[in-house]
């Protein structure tokens, strides 16, 4: 397991490395087979200047290498989201309020990541500038040809899986940050959508849309939000079993491949053995949304004078989506917003006896790049059946993380697989503003399950 961040931090203050020193690393780790297509701008030469500045050993961060997804403003740079279409936007004036919260707590910031264009999707393909392949499933013990890294944070969540970054910085509409977390077996928390700004990103739904973070560790995500949202994290030590857990029988554990089941029943079971009490609860059923939800016509409403210029540009799964966008009348998507309110309340009703909630991140293993990958054009019978199996797929690597989003709520995703298995992740997670308890938690969660 590479060391997180914390533990490099300590080191450093023993002076058993230097902040350049790890910089190196990371930087040796981003240039590596196995971060191909994870980086679409590499930014050694300023995190090196940034790694050595006086001081900067002291900073929650030391110096230590941070990845940025490609749709943050850095000033000096243009800010392309994935996309070709925006090849000619003029460069960022300024850092966005996440990247400057990371610098100013000493990251040496080591390049902008691939993403999927426009974070329109949870599989995490991207046909302009590759896609990265998840790391367990191509370089690590387990055999077999490349699988999805999960989107939309693609990038984000390869540089820290294979130790080029110790945080991805990321976002989240429905679970780009966990997704990823998951088919990588890393750590990603979505933190409640209001405490850390947006500004300076590159929207893709105004409603849902969340700035946050992947880590190597429960205690370095803790770290990371408190950089990100400029607030402490009200820490506990309470034992698992002084917090009333639940595990949601509806929708969650629905069509679980054979993997995430096993991962997911052996680490309830750990819990359980381990003092956690957990009931088995039915949620109300999922709000009713019209075709993709709040994204579509919210990202219509910022794309539309851009798909006029540079719609040809555009990865074609992407522009349908984002076009459905421009059928949804304005009564109905006031009824959606209402609609989300008294479905949010009927949801805590239920859920605020409990401190958290327990669920599989995504329903499956990581599929096969080969399956998803984008239309070639040579061959129009492999190119439909590539787009109806990425439109399934997508769907399932959705469908949990989503209802977090929904709900304005907050969740994290660590890993709960075992050796020889492919990655699997276990969301933990609640409503609005209940993010420390969320955090405490899963580093309860956590330490059980490296026992």
């Not at 239920?350 to 909630?357: G, P, S, T």
Request: proline residues 6%; glycine residues 8%; negative net charge.
């Amino acid at each position: 397991m590479l060391p997180d961040l914390i533990a490099t931090r300590e080191q450093l203050r023993d002076g058993a490395t230097t902040a350049p020193a790890e910089l190196e690393r990371c930087i040796d780790a981003a240039q590596a087979a196995s971060n191909t297509h994870s980086f679409v701008r590499t930014l050694f030469d300023e995190a090196r200047t940034t790694a050595v500045q006086p001081g900067v050993a002291q900073l929650p961060l030391a110096g230590l290498a941070v990845s940025v997804k490609d749709l943050f403003d850095i000033a000096g740079q243009p800010t392309p989201a994935g996309s070709t279409a925006l090849a000619d936007a003029p460069a960022a004036a300024e850092d966005c309020p996440a990247v400057a919260r990371l610098r100013a707590a000493g990251a040496s910031l080591i390049g902008r990541t691939n993403m999927v264009e426009f974070a329109f999707s949870g599989v995490g393909v991207n046909p302009h500038y590759g896609t990265p392949a998840a790391w367990d499933a191509r370089f690590g013990a387990l055999p077999g040809a490349p699988r999805v890294p999960g989107g939309s944070s693609s990038g984000a969540g390869v540089s820290v899986a294979t130790g080029a970054a110790f945080i991805g910085l990321g976002s989240d509409t429905g679970g780009s940050i966990r997704i990823p977390a998951a088919l990588n077996g890393i750590v990603g928390f979505k933190n409640t959508a209001r405490l850390v700004p947006t500004a300076g990103a590159v929207p893709l739904s105004t409603t849902l849309d969340t700035a946050c973070a992947m880590t190597r560790t429960v205690r370095d995500a803790i770290v990371a939000h408190e950089v990100l949202a400029a607030r402490r994290v009200t820490r506990s030590l309470a034992p698992l079993s002084q917090y009333r857990l639940a595990v949601p029988s509806t929708l969650f554990l629905d069509g679980l491949d054979a993997t995430v089941a096993r991962a997911f029943e052996r680490s309830v079971e750990a819990l359980r053995q381990a003092g956690a009490h957990i009931d088995t609860i039915a949620l109300p059923a999922v709000l009713e949304q019209p075709a993709y939800g709040f994204a579509a016509p919210e990202a219509y409403a910022w794309h539309r004078e851009l798909l006029q210029r540079t719609g040809d540009r555009y990865d074609p799964r992407v522009r349908m989506r984002i076009e459905k966008g421009a059928t949804l009348m304005a009564w109905e998507y006031i009824d959606l917003l209402q609609a989300r309110q008294q479905w949010i309340a009927r949801m805590l009703a239920v859920m605020e006896r409990y401190d958290a909630l327990l669920s599989p991140t995504v329903p499956i293993v990581a599929p096969l790049l080969a399956d998803v990958a984008p239309a070639d054009g040579v061959n129009k019978a492999q190119d439909a059946a590539r787009d109806a199996e990425f439109f399934r797929v997508n769907n399932l690597l959705l469908r949990n993380t989503s209802v977090v989003n929904l709900l304005d709520g907050c969740a994290l995703s660590l890993p709960c697989h075992v050796q020889g298995e492919l990655p699997v992740g276990l969301m933990v997670w609640h409503g609005a503003l209940r993010d420390d308890t969320v955090l405490n938690i899963s580093l309860q969660i956590e330490q059980t399950l490296q026992k």
